[in-house]
């Protein structure tokens, strides 16, 4: 191999976590995509410009820089200020370490303190809801099996009935025992099913998703914004259509909640987001597909549950929707959020978008 084409920071550009590389006059040398996508900005454009151009030189950082460049002793530095190339100012924790490749002098490790705050909500979130899935499905179990002798008992005692018109009573039970029955498969199912990965079309599964609300929720507005250069995704078509679903249906009702002459707008809209962190893997792509409405809100003292099992802001709700949507985004290896306030919700999904044939 040409001496001219190996890359000494080849492995730091695969990471995740944003890395910059100083010389000993504290110039960036070196920058990763990760680090790129921090700052706003491309190598080209800060390659040999001074740390205090774009880092607020605090003296915490200026006196870590200038123990590890003379001792050589690696340093943690918490809570700093960085100015990204936009104007927004970022809260970061840093680790400066001593290296000697290709001319740097120090290495710099970049966590946003939010990304950090957000990563450990998501694991104890995680580990909530995967104690929660268990003690619904030992539930689930517990209840299903009588429904059946229920079920069997009522067809046994219609049997015997000599009215017609009591048979409506019977009918009911077997009915409700069947919807019961229905729920529990619903609650037993989704770590279980088996995903059908094909490669597919978003915006396909969107329109599906779009002509049953529409043919659902006639009086609200049902608005596309669609990026169509979009790539095909990788995924099970009918788990993604249901996500989808479930969210925009949530949508819709929580729009018809506002009393029978409510009108409002659900907004289907599909983006490519770069250089993402899923599933604690970084992706230099991925799919992003929002749910926007003008509904009321999600109520503050659910918010922070609501993709737990059986938590419900609208009455007569089941309580699964949600958490159907995160069981099949996470097994897409995908992420879900939301944002909302009155007037305004936004769950935003995303899902890695693999290299065309991949599995």
């Not at 680790?95 to 290495?107: I, K, N, R």
């Not at 019961?180 to 199912?189: A, D, G, K």
């Not at 249901?242 to 599909?270: D, M, Y």
């Not at 996470?330 to 305004?344: F, K, L, V």
Request: proline share 5%.
């Amino acid at each position: 191999m040409p001496e001219s084409s190996f890359n000494p920071f080849a492995g730091l550009d695969l990471l995740s976590v944003s890395v910059i590389m100083l010389d000993a006059e504290l110039r960036l040398v070196h920058l990763n995509p990760a680090a790129e996508n921090l700052l706003a900005g491309s190598s080209k454009s800060l390659l040999g410009r001074s740390i205090g151009g774009f880092i607020a030189a605090s003296p915490t950082l200026r006196q870590a820089l200038a123990s590890v460049l003379r001792l050589g002793w690696s340093h943690n530095v918490q809570n700093i200020e960085l100015r990204r190339g936009d104007g927004e100012v970022l809260q970061l924790n840093c680790t400066v370490s001593p290296t000697s490749v290709a001319g740097a002098s120090l290495l710099l490790e970049l966590w946003p303190i939010e990304q950090q705050l957000k990563a450990s909500r998501e694991e104890q979130i995680a580990a909530q809801q995967q104690a929660s899935r268990e003690l619904i499905r030992n539930l689930a179990h517990e209840i299903k099996n009588p429904l059946g002798g229920i079920r069997g008992a009522a067809q046994l005692l219609e049997r015997e009935l000599d009215k017609p018109e009591l048979r409506e009573y019977t009918q009911v039970i077997i009915q409700e025992s069947d919807r019961l029955q229905n729920l529990m498969q619903r609650l037993l199912s989704p770590n279980r099913a088996m995903m059908r990965p094909a490669e597919v079309n978003i915006h396909e599964i969107l329109e599906r998703v779009r002509s049953l609300l529409v043919a659902e929720f006639p009086q609200i507005s049902i608005r596309r914004d669609y990026d169509t250069s979009l790539p095909e995704l990788v995924g099970d078509r009918e788990q993604l259509i249901q996500a989808i679903l479930n969210l925009a249906r949530n949508s819709a009702q929580a729009i018809c909640s506002q009393g029978p002459e409510a009108r409002g707008e659900i907004v289907l809209r599909t983006r490519v987001a770069r250089q993402v962190t899923l599933a604690k893997r970084r992706h230099r792509l991925a799919l992003e597909v929002q749910v926007v409405d003008d509904g009321p809100g999600i109520p503050d003292d659910i918010r922070g549950r609501m993709f737990f099992p059986l938590v419900s802001g609208r009455d007569g709700g089941s309580g699964l929707g949600l958490a159907l949507v995160q069981s099949f985004i996470q097994q897409h290896q995908g992420t879900i959020d939301c944002d909302s306030r009155p007037g305004y919700t936004c769950f935003t999904l995303r899902l890695p978008l693999a290299a065309k044939g991949a599995r």
